[in-house]
C-alpha cells in the first residue's frame, strides 16, 4: 500500500490536486508498472505516462488505480496556474491596522492562485475520477481523490454534490483527507471556494473535528476570528483530552476577552502543559491577579529547569513575577503601561490582558481603551478592534468635555479605517464623516472608501489634499493617485 500525494508545483507557492492511494492487491495490473506510472504522474511526465498507460487499459479499461492516475496527468495538463497578489485585500489590511508594512506572513498570505482550465480537458480528467468511482465504489482513496480534485481547482459546487451523493460512503479517513484538502486550498490563495466546501463539511458531519479543523482554518485565512473561535469550540468539544486544541481555543477566546470561556477550557490540561499552564496564569491575571501569583512562580520554577526556555514565555513570566513581587498593587495607569511595553514586543494575549485590567481597574481610562484598539489593529483583529473602539466611544461620550485628552473625532477616524478594513464601506463612510466633522479627518482612508464605494472624484480630491500635506501619508496618497491614473 503507498500514500500518493500528487505533486505539488507551482513557482511560488504549492499547490494540492489529490491524494490517491494504490492498492496492489486490488489490482490486476502488474505492481511494478503501477509503480512506473506513478513515478511518471510525479514527476509530472505526462506524454510519456500516457504511451505507457494506453496498452494497459486497453486490457484493464476499468482499472480504478489506471484510471486515477491518468485523471492526475489529465488534470494537470487542463489548468494553467497564476499566482497573484491580492492588492484590494492590502489596501484594506494596511488601511485597516494603521501599520506602515504588513508582517511578512500577512503579506504571503495574500498571494492567490487564480486558474484557468482548458473546458474539455478539464470535463475529460473529472469523468475519469468518476470513472475511477465508479469502478471502485467503495475504495477510500479513490473517493477521496474524487473530492480533493474538485476542492484543489476551486470547483466547490462539484465538490459538495459529490459529497452529498456519498455522504454515507465517507469514512473517518476519508473525511479527514478531504478536510487536508480543503486546508491545503484555502492556504494556497482559493480562499472563497475552500470555505464553501469547508461550511457544508462542517454541515455534512457535524460530530467529526476534521470539519470543523477545515471551516477553523478557512475562517483564519479570510480573518474571520468570530467564525474561527466558534469552529475552535465545535472541535473542542468534539476532542475535549487534545490539550493543544484546548489551549489554541482558549488563546482565541482569551484574545477576545472572554476570559471565562477561556479558563474553563484550559482548567483540566493546565498540570500536564505547559502552554495551557501559560494561557491560564493569563486568564486568572486578569480575573483575580492574587490567584495568579503561585502560577507564575511554578511557571518561573519550570523556566529556570529548562535548558532554553522559550524567549516569549520567559518575558511574559518576568513580567509578571515583577509585578506580583511588588509590595503595592498596580494601578490603572501602570497596567496600561505594562500592556504597551508588552504590544511593542509583539505579545498580543499578554497585552490585551493588561489593558483590559486596567479598564476593569479604571473604565473610563480611555487611553487603554485606545491602546486596547491599537493592539488589536496591529494584530488585524479588526472585529475585536471596532468592539474596543465603540466602547471607548461610548465613555467618551459620558464624560463631560475636557475631561479626556481624546475628542470622539479621533475614535470616529480610527473607525473609519477598521470598518474599511472589515469591508463594511457604508459604516465606514459615516465613521470618516463623523470624524472630519470633529476636526480629525483620516484623509487616506476616507479615499479608500470612497473608491470602494465608486465614488472615485471624491477620492481623487481627498487624495491630492492628503498629498499636498506631505509626509508619509502624503508619499502613499501620490502614488495611489499615480495607480489610479495608470488604471484608465
Request: glycine share 6%.
Amino acid at each position: 500500500m503507498r500514500t500518493t500525494l500528487f505533486t505539488r508545483s507551482i513557482q511560488f507557492a504549492a499547490f494540492a490536486l489529490v491524494a490517491v492511494e494504490t492498492v496492489h492487491a486490488q489490482s490486476p495490473v502488474d505492481p511494478a508498472k503501477l509503480d512506473a506510472l506513478y513515478y511518471l504522474m510525479q514527476d509530472g511526465k505526462c506524454d510519456e505516462l500516457y504511451t505507457q498507460l494506453e496498452p494497459l487499459t486497453k486490457t484493464n479499461p476499468k482499472d480504478p488505480d489506471l484510471l486515477s492516475i491518468e485523471a492526475n496527468c489529465r488534470l494537470r495538463q487542463a489548468r494553467k496556474i497564476e499566482q497573484v497578489f491580492d492588492s484590494a485585500a492590502y489596501e484594506r489590511l494596511i488601511t485597516g491596522s494603521g501599520l506602515r508594512s504588513l508582517p511578512a506572513s500577512s503579506m504571503q498570505s495574500l498571494n492567490r492562485v487564480r486558474l484557468a482550465h482548458d473546458t474539455k480537458a478539464l470535463d475529460r480528467a473529472l469523468s475519469l475520477f468518476s470513472e475511477a468511482l465508479k469502478a471502485a465504489p467503495k475504495r477510500d482513496d479513490i473517493l477521496a481523490g474524487n473530492v480533493a480534485a474538485r476542492v484543489g481547482n476551486g470547483l466547490a459546487a462539484p465538490a459538495i454534490e459529490l459529497l452529498k451523493q456519498h455522504r454515507a460512503d465517507v469514512s473517518p479517513a476519508v473525511l479527514g483527507d478531504v478536510a487536508t484538502s480543503v486546508q491545503d486550498a484555502a492556504s494556497l490563495g482559493l480562499v472563497d471556494s475552500a470555505s464553501k466546501v469547508a461550511t457544508v463539511l462542517a454541515e455534512l458531519f457535524p460530530d467529526d473535528p476534521a470539519s470543523h479543523g477545515a471551516v477553523a482554518l478557512c475562517a483564519e485565512a479570510r480573518r474571520d476570528f468570530p467564525a474561527q473561535l466558534s469552529a475552535l469550540r465545535r472541535m473542542a468539544a468534539l476532542a475535549p483530552t487534545d490539550a493543544g486544541l484546548a489551549t489554541r481555543t482558549a488563546t482565541a477566546a482569551a484574545l477576545s476577552r472572554q476570559w471565562n470561556d477561556a479558563l474553563a477550557l484550559v482548567v483540566p490540561h493546565a498540570t500536564v502543559d505547559i502552554n495551557a499552564r501559560m494561557v491560564l496564569a493569563l486568564c486568572r491575571t486578569r480575573t483575580a491577579l492574587a490567584s495568579a501569583a503561585p502560577l507564575w512562580s511554578e511557571l518561573g520554577a519550570a523556566l529556570a529547569k529548562q535548558a532554553t526556555p522559550d524567549p516569549v514565555m520567559r518575558a511574559v513570566v518576568d513580567h509578571y513575577l515583577r509585578i506580583i513581587g511588588s509590595k503595592t498593587p498596580p494601578t490603572a495607569i501602570m497596567r496600561m503601561r505594562g500592556g504597551k511595553q508588552l504590544g511593542s514586543l509583539g505579545l498580543v494575549l499578554p497585552a490585551v490582558v493588561e489593558f483590559d485590567s486596567a479598564l476593569s481597574l479604571d473604565p473610563k481610562l480611555i487611553e487603554a481603551q485606545k491602546a486596547l484598539a491599537d493592539v488589536y489593529r496591529g494584530d488585524l483583529r479588526f472585529d475585536d478592534a471596532l468592539a474596543a473602539l465603540d466602547a471607548g466611544l461610548a465613555t467618551l461620550e459620558t464624560l463631560p468635555e475636557g475631561a479626556s485628552a481624546y475628542r470622539p473625532a479621533e475614535f470616529q477616524a480610527d473607525r473609519c479605517a477598521v470598518l474599511y478594513g472589515l469591508g463594511r464601506d457604508k459604516e465606514a463612510s459615516e465613521a470618516c464623516s463623523s470624524a472630519r466633522a470633529g476636526g480629525h479627518p483620516n484623509s487616506m482612508a476616507q479615499a479608500m472608501v470612497a473608491l470602494a464605494l465608486g465614488r472615485k472624484a471624491e477620492a481623487t480630491a481627498l487624495l491630492e489634499a492628503a498629498a499636498k500635506e506631505g509626509g508619509e501619508e502624503g508619499a502613499t496618497a501620490k502614488a495611489k493617485l499615480e495607480a489610479l491614473k495608470n488604471e484608465k
